[in-house]
């Protein structure tokens, strides 16, 4: 499974960015994974983002409701992360993840519930 990241860069804090990663080489049709979005910064480890589910379900971090949006387009194996009202805390390297089938109860935004990972995108957020 590949997953590749795009649309980092960076912006003013109350800016927006959106996001993109597209799979390919998928076991499974797209449809089939458990999706998330993680990032990681010099200060923080690795945290969960957003997920969206197999069922549908979506789960966002606290710290991102209400700003960030994700969302995926099933025909494209492709997953988005829509981010609104940016701030300088939200500076980090942003991550794709699947996960076949599921993801595991109450795993959708820790990182040990993930299998496959992009390489990254960098966001910056500064004035």
């Known amino acids: 499974v590949k997953l590749v990241e795009s649309g980092g860069g960076s912006v003013q804090p109350g800016g927006s960015l959106r996001l993109s990663c597209v799979a390919s080489?998928?076991?499974?049709?797209?449809?089939?994974?458990?999706m998330g979005w993680f990032r990681q910064s010099q200060v923080k480890e690795r945290e969960g983002v957003a997920s969206?589910?197999?069922?549908?379900?979506?789960y966002y971090a606290d710290s991102v409701k209400g700003r960030f949006t994700i969302s995926q387009d099933n025909a494209k194996s492709a997953l988005y992360l829509q981010m609104d009202n940016l701030k300088p805390e939200d500076t980090a390297i942003y991550y794709c993840?699947?996960?076949?089938?599921?993801?595991?109860?109450?795993?959708?935004?820790?990182?040990?519930?993930?299998?496959?990972w992009g390489q990254g995108t960098q966001v910056t957020v500064s004035s």
């Open positions: 993840a699947a996960e076949n089938f599921y993801c595991s109860s109450g795993a959708n935004l820790m990182k040990s519930g993930y299998e496959f």
């Open positions: 969206i589910d197999t069922d549908g379900k979506i």
């Open positions: 080489d998928l076991f499974y049709d797209y449809s089939r994974y458990c």
